[in-house]
């Protein structure tokens, strides 16, 4: 099976404007969760839809946002960006809810500038 | 804010020596879960330990779970020159909430 894949890897936006990241888990994986990593912060859990519905958000601002298609493929949204939304954002799937293991993706290098 | 932490931050030692790194958490758990991370890339999980287990074995690799003290151990044995990498534990109780993280290197 083919593994988690991202896109873009690698995005350069500039402050006040919006970005979309994508992610494509497993096939046959229902569970997609969104991490935000970062040197100063760590690895931080930002959502996971399951089934096309939210079933947990970590701590961040409204601006961050996803969604969940009925081809389990997600996307997340992270609008107004700042300075310190450049992170590294990484996408893992899992077949159930998250409770089991997670298979990350490459993740997508975002910088702010 | 993180919920597990792990010590030591770095560790750095020579090839087929074993690499022992800790991490405590604060609340309860389902399970928890070590994966690695090599320089900027996506984690991949090597290992889960259910709350009612108290260790597991994977290859060379060897997990202890302490509920009572909230504690976990990875012991890598005979570790490599591709076992360099950054060692995060996640503890799971409705998401996965990771902790700062072990560099680990193995020097030829």
């Known amino acids: 099976k083919a593994g988690v894949t991202q896109t873009p890897r690698y995005l350069i936006k500039t402050r006040g404007q919006q970005v979309t990241l994508s992610c494509s888990p497993i096939s046959g994986h229902r569970s997609v969760s969104w991490y935000q990593q970062t040197p100063g912060q760590g690895l931080q859990f930002l959502f996971e839809?399951?089934?096309?519905?939210?079933?947990n958000k970590g701590n961040f601002p409204g601006r961050f946002s996803g969604r969940q298609f009925s081809n389990s493929r997600s996307e997340m949204n992270v609008s107004t960006l700042e300075l310190g939304d450049s992170a590294l954002y990484l996408c893992?799937?899992?077949?159930?809810?998250?409770?089991?293991?997670?298979?990350f993706g490459p993740g997508t290098r975002l910088t702010v500038l | 804010s993180q919920q597990g932490e792990e010590d030591p931050q770095a560790l750095s030692i020579q090839e087929g020596e074993n690499a022992t790194m800790n991490c405590s958490y604060k609340?309860?758990?389902?399970?928890l879960q070590w994966y690695r991370q090599n320089s900027g890339r996506g984690l991949v999980h090597l290992i889960l330990?259910?709350?009612?287990?108290r260790e597991k074995h994977s290859g060379r690799l060897r997990v202890t779970l302490d509920t009572s003290k909230k504690s976990s151990s990875l012991l890598i044995t005979a570790s490599r020159a591709a076992d360099t990498a950054s060692y995060f534990c996640?503890?799971?109780?409705?998401?996965?909430?990771f902790g700062q993280g072990t560099r680990l290197t193995i020097n030829p």
């Open positions: 893992a799937s899992s077949p159930r809810a998250s409770g089991n293991e997670q298979f």
């Open positions: 330990i259910r709350s009612n287990e």
């Open positions: 996640a503890t799971e109780y409705q998401k996965l909430v």
């Open positions: 609340t309860s758990i389902n399970n």
């Open positions: 839809y399951f089934s096309e519905t939210q079933r």
